[in-house]
């Protein structure tokens, strides 16, 4: 089983606020993911790392960014946060030459006011 | 393109139903397919998985088939219990490319 921690759990920020959501991973895997969900509904990929150095933008990235210094670390960073923003965001990682079984965090619910 | 339809929601059974969740996809190639499941509160966790035609996935009572000719992995389970009720997201990944479907909530009745 997969250990991928996010911080924070729950975020409540007003708008035009710049936030950072944190994900880590011990497990080494390569790639990771970063997806938005409201609860229960669909999953919209945000952006993607096939490892160090590496980033891509999914279908949802123009208001965010990524970075991968390190195989443990995503973070995701919204420069200017508004209430659109609000959601459920979720952090995947895959470990590379495996069957592409994706594991996820417990997730980091956002509001911005 | 990659692409998963599932069928949409809510659906709500009665303990030890009979449950079908249908799923279909489009994709060039050969893509692995999989069922992923959320309960209330917490992230997605694979349920279970099928990563090429005619294998079946299996898992807690679950099964599901992939089926190229029809191009779907219908989630089945012979009797759910209350303790399914989650929302279950059928999704596939081709070539680096990953879809998931629009997720299914199932609550199940006592």
């Known amino acids: 089983e997969a250990d991928i921690y996010q911080t924070p759990r729950y975020l409540v920020i007003g708008t035009g606020k710049k936030i950072t959501l944190e994900c880590s991973q011990t497990?080494?895997?390569?790639?990771m993911y970063w997806y938005q969900q409201d609860p229960g509904m669909e999953l919209h990929l945000i952006h993607y790392?096939?490892?160090?150095?590496?980033?891509e933008k999914g279908d949802l990235s123009s208001e965010s960014t990524v970075s991968r210094i390190r195989t443990e670390h995503f973070p995701l960073t919204l420069e200017s946060a508004r209430p659109s923003h609000t959601s459920q965001y979720l952090c995947?990682?895959?470990?590379?030459?495996?069957?592409?079984?994706?594991?996820f965090g417990p997730g980091t619910r956002l509001l911005v006011l | 393109g990659n692409s998963v339809t599932q069928m949409e929601g809510p659906v709500t059974l009665s303990e030890e139903a009979f449950l079908t969740i249908n799923c279909t996809y489009t994709a060039t190639g050969y893509p692995s397919l999989f069922w992923y499941v959320q309960y209330p509160g917490e992230g997605l966790q694979l349920l279970l998985k099928a990563t090429k035609a005619d294998d079946k996935g299996s898992n807690k009572g679950f099964e599901a088939t992939y089926r190229k000719e029809t191009t779907s992995f219908h989630l089945e389970k012979g009797s759910v219990q209350v303790s399914d009720s989650a929302v279950y997201f059928c999704a596939l990944i081709n070539n680096n490319d990953m879809r998931f479907g629009a997720g299914t909530r199932l609550t199940v009745k006592p």
């Open positions: 790392s096939y490892g160090v150095n590496s980033t």
């Open positions: 497990m080494g895997h390569d790639k």
């Open positions: 995947a990682t895959v470990r590379h030459g495996a069957d592409e079984t994706q594991y």
